[in-house]
């Protein structure tokens, strides 16, 4: 199970496109900073402050396994993946709580 981040409206209001989203909350494994990635575009927003900004998160053709995003916060690259569940309230203490409002 993953985290939906269901705010459509704050999530546009910062930037995002919305139309058909499928937003889940995704998790930096080397930093633990979060993003949302909308499944339905393979879009990853890893800047909650201005989510005009956003990177094809999809799995490279070339090298499978690879996932060419950098986190804003660590530089990691390949970093992301779902966030668990657990993470919820996490999340609510993060600069993505608007995302779950
Ligand atoms: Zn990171």
Redesign the pocket.
């Known amino acids: 199970m993953t985290i939906k981040a269901k705010n459509y409206k704050g999530i546009e209001t910062r930037g995002a496109l919305t139309e058909n989203a499928d937003f889940e909350i995704y998790k ?1 494994k ?4 979060y993003a949302i990635y909308d499944a339905e575009t393979l879009l990853i927003y890893t800047n909650p402050n201005d989510l005009h900004k956003h990177s094809l998160y999809a799995e490279s053709t070339s090298s499978p396994g690879e996932f060419k995003v950098d ?6 690259t390949n ?1 992301f993946d779902e966030a668990p569940n657990e993470d919820y309230k996490k999340v609510l203490n993060s600069p993505w709580s608007f995302v779950l409002e």
Request: hydrophobic residues 25%; proline residues 0%; aromatic residues 0%.
């Open positions: 930096c080397i930093c633990g900073s986190c804003l916060i660590c530089g990691g970093s």
